[in-house]
C-alpha cells in the first residue's frame, strides 16, 4: 500500500513538472506567469533528486555509510571536522553560490527565456549535479584530495599538472570578468559607489572587532554588520543627492577598474583576518537572505514573463553578446546549469567534513540543484521586465547609441516597443542618471529584483532603495569571489614559483606575498582594463571566454570521474559521466573554434583585430584614437591565444584519458584505484555528528 | 499543548546551533569538544589563536566559487 501511494506521489510530481515544462515550452501571445518557471524547475527537480541521484548512489556509486569518511578517520577539529548533513548543506551551498547563476541567465536572456531555462533544468540535473555528487564521491574516497590530486593519480601526472593549470587560468579570466560586472554596475552611479565603498570600512571594522574584542564571535558581529550595510544602503540617496558628496562618488569605468585593481591588492596581501573575511562573512549573510527573499517575492507576487520564449537574436546577432543559439546559450548560462568550479569546492572543503557517505547525495547533487533553482529566479527576473527595457541596459552604446532617444530608436525597430521616456523615468525611478549601456547583467537584475521586491513591500517609492540593495547585494559578494580568489591565486603563483626559486613559495615571505599579489591582480586587472576600453562593452569578448574555461574545467572534472567510475569497474552505467562530458567538450570547442577563428567581427576574435588592423591601415581611425586601436587589437588576438591555449590542453588531457580507458576496456592494463582503504565506522547508525562550525 | 511547546523549543535549538555552526560562530567550542574526545594532551590553542589560523587555511585553498 505505502508502494503504491508513494508511486502515485511521484507520478502526480512528475506529471506536474511535465505540465509546468510544456507550459514554458509550447506558451505564446499572452504573457506567461512566472509561477510556471517555479512549478516546473520545482517538480523537475524533486523527480531528479528521488530517481536520478537515487539511482547513482546505488548503482554507479554503491554509497556505504559503514565506511569511515575522511572527517572520521582524521578528525582533528580543524580541517577534518564530522559535520551536521544540513549544517554542511548550507556550508556547501553558500561556497558554491555565486554571481555566475545570477549574471549568466540575465544575460542568456536575449535568446528569450526558453533556451535558457531550459538549459538551466536539463543541464543541472544531468551535468552540473552529477559532476558535483561524483567529484565530492571520489574526494570523500580518497581522504579529501583535490581534483588536481585526484587527475594526477587516476589519469595521467601530465593530467594532474594540467588541471592545475587550467585552474589558475580559469581563476585569472573569472576574476576579471566579475569585476568588470562590478565596474558596469557601478560606473557613474554616486549612490552605489558610495554603499560599495562604505562596505570596506565596515569590514575593516567587523575584522577588528572579531579579531580583538570578541574574537569569532560571528553572528553578533555580522548582525552588526549587516545593520550597518543597509543602513548605507539608505544613506546613499543623500550622497547621491549632494553635488559635492556625489562628485566625489561619481567615477568613470577606468577609475573604477584601478580603485577596484588596488582593493584586490591590498586584499591579497593583507592579514586575512582584517578585510577579507568580515567582507565574507558580510556576503554570505546578505548572499543568502537576498536569495530567500527573492524566491519568496517570486512566490507572492509571481510576475507576467515580458520576454518572448525565444527572440530573433537565436540568429547571433543579438546585441548584448554575439553568437547563436547553439554554442553561446550553454556558454553563457555556464554555472548556473554546470560549472567546473565546483569541483574544486567538492574536492576542496566539502569531504573532509562530511559525516556519511550518504549524504554527498544531499549535499552534491542536492546543492546544486539549488544553485540552479537561483538561475532560474535570475531568469525570471531578467524576464518580467519589458524587453526593451532589458536591451537599453545591456547593450553598448556602439550598437543602441548613448541617448534614451537613440537607444528607443535603434530597440524598437528590432520589435521590442521602447520610447525615450521609459528608460528616463526609470532611471529616476531607482535613483540612477541613466541605466543605458550598463552591459554585465548586474544592473538589469537589479531592476527585475527591484521591481519584485517593491511590489512586495514599499511601492514604487522604495523603488530607488531596492534597486539599490540588490546592486550592493550582487557586487558585495563578487568582490568576495575577487578578493577570496585573489589569495587563493597568490597561494597558487607562491606554490608555482616556489619549485623554481624556494624562498618564494614560503606564504610567509613579505617580498614573495607582495610579488606574487602583483602578479595575479596584474593578470586579473589586465583583462578588466581591457573589457572597460572595448568599444563593445567587454562583456561580449570576456564573458564567453570565462563561460569557456568555467565549462573545460567541468569537461575535466567529468573526464576524472569516468575515468575514476572505469577503473571501479562500472562500465554499464558509464554513459552517466560520459554524456555531459561528451556535450561540454563539443559546446567548449565549437564555442572557442568561434570565438577564435568567426568570420564575423563581433564574435571571432582574430577577424575583429584585423577589422581593427585594416580600419588602421585604411587611416580610418583618427589620429589619437590609434594607439587605443593597436591595444584593442593586441587584446583580441590575446584572448584567441588564451581560448585555443585552454582548448589544447583539455584536448591533451581527454586523449591521455582515452589511452587509458581503452588500455583498460581492452584489458591491456590492470585498473588502479587509489582509494583510501576500507575501514569501518565506529559510529552508531544515527550519529548526528557535531554541529561544527567550519568554513562559513 | 507543552508537548508542542517543548517541540517548538526543540527546534529553534537547533535552527540556533544549526545558525552558529553554518557561519563559524561555534567553531572554536567544536574544536574543544574534539579535542576533549580524542584525549589530546598538548595545550589548546587560545580562541584568538584559533580564529586567526582557521581563516589562514580557508583562504588559502579555493572556498568560493563563481
Sequence with gaps: MKKVLFSIVWVAVGTIGVAGLAAIALHRGEHLNATWFVVAAGCCYLVAYRLYSSFISAKLLALDDTRATPAERRDDGRDFVPTNKWVLLGHHFAAIAGPGPLVGPTLAAQFGYLPGTLWLIVGAVFGGCVQDFIILFCSIRRDGKSLGEMAREEVSKRGGFIAQLAVLAIMIILLGVVALVVVNALKSSPWATFTLAMSIPIALLLGLYLRFLRPGRVLEASAFGVALLVFVVVAGQWVADSPSWARIFTLSGVSLAFAIIIYGFAASALPVWLLLAPRDYLSAFIKVGATFSLAAGILLVHPEIQMPALTRFVDGTGPVFSGRIFPFCFITIACGAVSGFHALISSGTTPKMILRESHARPIGYGAMLMESFVGVMAMVAACSMTPGVFFAINSPASIVGATPEAAASTISGWGFPLSAGTMTGLAHAVGEHTLLNRAGGAPSLAVGMAQIFSSTIGGDRLLGIWYHFAIMFEALFILTVLDAGTRVGRFMVQELGGRVWKPFGRTSWMPGILLSSALIVGAWGYFLYQGVIDPLGGINSLWPLFGIANQLLAAVALVVATTILLKMGRTRWIWVTLVPMAWLITVTMTAGWQKIFHPDPRLGFLSYANAMAAQVAAGKIPVDKIAEAHRLIFNQRLDAVVTAVLALMILVLVVEALVQWTAILARRRVPVLHETPYQRTRWAPGTEGVSAGGDD | ?66
Design chain 2, 1 to 66: 499543548m507543552r508537548n508542542v511547546l517543548r517541540r517548538v523549543s526543540k527546534a529553534s535549538g537547533n535552527l540556533w546551533q544549526g545558525l552558529r555552526a553554518w557561519c563559524g560562530d561555534s567553531a572554536y567550542e567544536s574544536y574543544l569538544r574534539s579535542r576533549a574526545v580524542r584525549s589530546v594532551n598538548c595545550s589548546p590553542l587560545s580562541r584568538e589563536e584559533f580564529y586567526v589560523q582557521q581563516l589562514n587555511r580557508r583562504y588559502s585553498r579555493p572556498n568560493r566559487c563563481c
